[in-house]
């Protein structure tokens, strides 16, 4: 049973726009949380953070958000670029263990 | 070179083949890491090592041999293997026993088993 869940295996959305990318997880101790981003070719490139005592945090057009109450997570991307394209990753870790990565959600940015 | 860098990018090999997987990291970490991932699957953890010792090993078959001869180099050492091994196989670095540590990935190396 995968702790870490993307249920949108895809999202199209429109250059400008807002993108936002969804993550579930189940293990209620995990305590970091990433996002990746994937190109086709290449491996995956760390994104943004959060720890789990917080609940925001934002890296320029990047920001994470974290509801534990929801054990959900999500990526907000404004304003979406075509060079956003890609998969992405979000991945969760207990203190002292290993991460676990969700099977990703490909992001499209249309022109 | 910078980062994680991983040799061949592309590798197809027949099942009776031998090779490695090289993997070697510029960022001081003292940690590494060898994922496998498949089409459509989460990444999938095979082998950890931290000071150069094996600490994790997730039930991976005995055909996948790591070697991790100092803290900046990696192997994979492939030997006998089947179709369904064909995946992208991705090196991992971090700097263990940080709070946050934060796994750097290299570009990952494409394999096919014929």
């Known amino acids: 049973d995968q702790q870490v869940k993307q249920n949108s295996p895809s999202l199209s959305v429109q250059e400008g726009r807002i993108s936002i990318l969804n993550c579930d997880y189940t293990n209620s101790m995990f305590d970091y949380f990433l996002w990746y981003k994937k190109y086709p070719a290449e491996g995956p490139t760390f994104l943004i953070s959060i720890s789990s005592i917080k609940d925001k945090n934002e890296d320029g057009r990047f920001t994470v958000f974290l509801n534990k109450s929801a054990k959900h997570l999500s990526l907000h991307i404004v304003p979406s670029q075509p060079g956003d394209s890609a998969v992405y990753f979000c991945?969760?870790?207990?203190?002292?263990?290993?991460?676990?990565f969700g099977p990703g959600t490909r992001l499209s940015v249309l022109p | 070179e910078t980062g994680v860098t991983q040799t061949p990018r592309h590798l197809v090999m027949g099942m009776t083949n031998k090779k490695s997987l090289k993997c070697e990291q510029h960022?001081?970490?003292?940690?590494m890491y060898w994922y496998k991932q498949s089409a459509k699957k989460p990444l999938e953890l095979m082998f950890v090592y931290s000071l150069e010792e094996r600490v994790e090993n997730n039930s991976v078959p005995s055909r996948f041999s790591p070697e991790c001869p100092n803290s900046s180099h990696l192997f994979l050492h492939l030997h006998t293997l089947q179709p369904e091994d064909s995946a992208l196989y991705l090196c991992?670095?971090?700097?263990?026993?940080?709070?946050?540590?934060?796994?750097?990935f290299g570009p990952g190396t494409r394999l096919t088993v014929l």
């Open positions: 991992a670095s971090s700097q263990d026993g940080a709070e946050r540590d934060t796994q750097y």
């Open positions: 991945a969760a870790r207990l203190y002292g263990q290993n991460f676990v």
């Open positions: 960022l001081g970490h003292n940690a």
